[in-house]
């Protein structure tokens, strides 16, 4: 997948303000630590590293989370279905994960009923073995209530220890119709178990981040005029290893420095090996697979799912789910060998797969194309699996290590092999550790237990939510509009309103969620470099279909004066977010006036 919005794609607009994040880097270019990659992997190691007081820096190419990151199913699970693959490992480590995000993430984590349609008692018994032992799909066989009851009993016992969810529970026919009577009336049986799910995995990223650059400011055992030792950007590149060291291009304006670093982190996903080439020592560790997911306006088939997510096995064996995603539907997903070379997009093929998936479990409901506000598709960062079926390559993973020499020294290159949004703390405390080692420091502290960014404080129950909303809805701010920003930025969300409090704050008019002042605090504190960014990945309002000419035209006028835009880059802006949505996620922005 290739990242729009480069220096090659957009002249370098003179007027532009300069980013303090790129200075910063430039001012001191060395850190001890060098993470490559902006992915919640990434993210998250930087985090970690910072917490412990080490001195690290990240670079993400793109965009915070514009990888595979913010393409994921939007799910904090603890794969159930990675039992037939024989991960127990990997099971347990992510069912006590979902269990500890839903405690210290609980502003985007949240708990998720699951619903297994089955339609056979004893299918695919015979064939379980085979796909236990081969790791080959094989002859698609729908699996039966036998073999589904049997992996729930294992799932719940290794969700027991700290566990936050209840246990499965098995129904028949008729009690499962009367709860959900669209679901395809030659059902045997339904499932229902929890996992969790992540509304706005972007915002999450951003929380980590800013988490991890605090960690790295005065207050952290230093004095208030030592320079942060947490430092990060994004549309910053690691490109190539120069006799002085790696050398960094910020892609909006094609200028390029060296920066070193006692060890280099490798968090690219699936680009590993693509940046490992560039730093000059080719790899083969990657065989990525293609997800796609579309979201549907679609008010019949979200009644239908009754606030559950789907969650089944289509007639080619494929997991599959439907879930709702506020007032929108989910659909998804592929597990298609990538192809590098080009972007991942949802095609025309995809489409018509989710709708014959659709029309499996709720076949009186009609799905047409008119009713996808929002599509798209990520290269999931698996390891390269060869003859191994897409669905059985594990998503557990691996940490490699290759020693380069740097600028005249020996520089551990550790790069990461595979992982899963689930599992991202564990993860990243594990690569922390091994950095650790690497540099011979010991760790200070856990993130196991430390709330993130706008999850600390948070209400515990909804009623608590409302009195916070309540509380915190004054002035030109009313229950609405604090509403939408506590969704976004969870307790965070009131030094938002101090900042809009502060200032002159302008209401859009193309929509009630945005106004000139959060831009600006956007631009401040969340690292803008492009108004697509706040399209996709600031808010969610691409995602639920709600970008317009209107909004377009707002949004870049708010993000000039702060970023320095001239006229012609605002134009620019607006063409390069329409062709991203047009081309990368199958939205044509449509003007409100008529």
Wanted: proline content about 4%; glycine content about 10%.
């Amino acid at each position: 997948m290739r990242f729009p919005g480069t220096a090659a794609q957009n002249a370098n607009d003179a007027g532009a303000a300069p980013r303090p994040h790129v200075e910063a880097l430039r001012g001191r270019p060395h850190a001890q630590v060098l993470v490559i990659g902006g992915g919640i992997n990434g993210v998250g190691t930087f985090r970690d590293l910072a917490l412990q007081g080490i001195d690290v820096a990240l670079v993400e190419r793109g965009d915070y989370c514009q990888g595979a990151s913010g393409a994921s199913s939007h799910m904090i699970h603890g794969g159930i279905r990675y039992l037939e693959n024989g991960e127990f490992r990997l099971v347990r480590e992510s069912v006590v994960e979902r269990n500890r995000l839903l405690k210290i993430a609980p502003h985007y984590v949240k708990p998720l009923q699951t619903t297994i349609p089955i339609f056979s008692t004893f299918s695919g018994i015979l064939a379980a073995p085979m796909r236990f032992l081969t790791h080959r799909q094989g002859k698609p066989r729908e699996r039966g209530a036998f073999l589904i009851k049997a992996g729930l009993t294992m799932y719940d016992f290794f969700s027991r220890d700290g566990g936050s969810v209840p246990r499965h529970q098995f129904k028949g026919r008729a009690r499962a119709l009367a709860e959900l009577p669209a679901l395809h009336p030659g059902i045997k049986y339904a499932a229902s178990y929890y996992d969790a799910s992540v509304h706005n995995p972007e915002r999450l990223t951003l929380d980590v981040l800013q988490d991890g650059e605090k960690a790295g400011q005065a207050g952290a055992g230093r004095t208030a005029d030592e320079t942060s030792r947490a430092r990060a950007t994004n549309y910053l590149a690691a490109t190539a290893i120069t006799g002085q060291g790696v050398q960094l291009t910020d892609q909006l304006t094609g200028e390029a420095f060296t920066f070193t670093a006692d060890v280099i982190v490798n968090t690219t996903g699936a680009w590993v090996d693509d940046t490992n080439a560039a730093l000059g020592s080719a790899t083969a560790f990657m065989g990525g697979t293609k997800g796609s997911h579309i979201v549907l306006d679609h008010p019949e088939l979200l009644a239908a799912c009754g606030g559950r997510e789907i969650f089944f096995e289509h007639t080619d064996g494929r997991i599959v789910l439907i879930y709702p995603m506020g007032d929108r539907v989910l659909v998804g997903t592929t597990d298609i060998d990538a192809d590098m070379s080009q972007d991942a997009v949802c095609t025309d093929s995809e489409i018509d797969y989710f709708f014959e998936l659709i029309g499996h479990v709720f076949p009186a409901i009609s799905v047409t194309r008119n009713e996808i506000v929002y599509s798209f598709s990520g290269v999931r960062p698996l390891p390269r699996h060869d003859e191994t079926a897409p669905g059985f390559v594990s998503r557990d993973y691996r940490i490699e290590r290759a020693d380069r020499a740097v600028a005249g020294a020996t520089v551990p290159v550790l790069s990461l092999v595979g992982g899963k949004w689930t599992t991202f703390r564990a993860l990243s405390e594990h690569l922390a550790n091994d950095v650790l080692a690497a540099l011979g420091a010991e760790r200070k502290t856990s993130t196991s237990k430390l709330a993130i960014g706008g999850g600390a404080g948070f209400p515990a129950t909804d009623a608590a939510v409302e009195s916070w909303i309540a509380a915190h809805a004054r002035g030109p701010v009313d229950a609405a509009r604090a509403g939408v920003l506590f969704t976004r930025y969870g307790t965070r969300a009131g030094l938002v309103l101090d900042y809009l409090a502060a200032g002159d704050d302008d209401a859009f008019e193309s929509t009630h969620e945005l106004s000139r002042r959060e831009v600006e605090f956007m631009v401040e504190h969340e690292q803008i470099g492009h108004l697509v960014d706040v399209m996709i990945r600031r808010t969610s309002l691409a995602f639920r279909g709600l970008v317009t000419a209107e909004l377009l035209a707002e949004t870049a006028n708010a993000l000039a004066g702060p970023l320095g835009w001239s006229k012609a880059r605002c134009q620019d802006e607006i063409h390069h977010a329409e062709d991203v949505l047009s081309r990368l996620h199958g939205v044509q922005v449509q003007s409100l006036i008529a």
